[in-house]
Nanobody
Framework: QVQLVESGGGLVQAGGSLRLSCTAS????????IAWFRQAPGLERELVSA????????YDVYFAEGRFTITRDNAENTVYLQMSSLNPEDTAVYYC????????????????WGQGTQVAVSS
């Protein structure tokens, strides 16, 4: 069983930056790939970035490339999403999720989810 708690969301102006954190409780954190998803009002939840259990592999969706960086600290059971050059289209609730095994690009592949943290970007 893995429990995930997100933090770091908030209101930021366009062009600004935020760092989201996802802290896990439970054992064998490094066995789990962790992903960040986001969901804007009225839209489907979509993958943003994912990282393997060791941190050696990452995957970014096209809109995250060059702007968002996913990293992890397995000693602290935490995954980070550093977001820069934010724009209003990035406004959403951001969720982290855990999958036992390798990176999965499909939402259905993730067994455990956090409650989400709101990110709002003003123009």
């Amino acid at each position: 069983q893995v429990q995930l708690v997100e933090s770091g969301g908030g209101l930021v102006q366009a062009g600004g930056s935020l760092r989201l954190s996802c802290t896990a409780s439970g054992r064998f954190f490094s066995n789990y790939a962790i992903a960040w998803f986001r969901q804007a009002p009225g839209l489907e939840r979509e993958l943003v970035s994912a990282i393997s259990g060791s941190g050696g592999s990452t995957y970014d969706v096209y809109f995250a490339e060059g702007r968002f960086t996913i990293t992890r600290d397995n000693a602290e059971n935490t995954v980070y999403l550093q977001m820069s050059s934010l724009n209003p289209e990035d406004t959403a609730v951001y969720y982290c999720a855990a999958a036992n095994g390798g990176i999965n690009t499909q939402r259905i592949g993730y067994e455990y989810w956090g409650q989400g943290t709101q990110v709002a970007v003003s123009s």
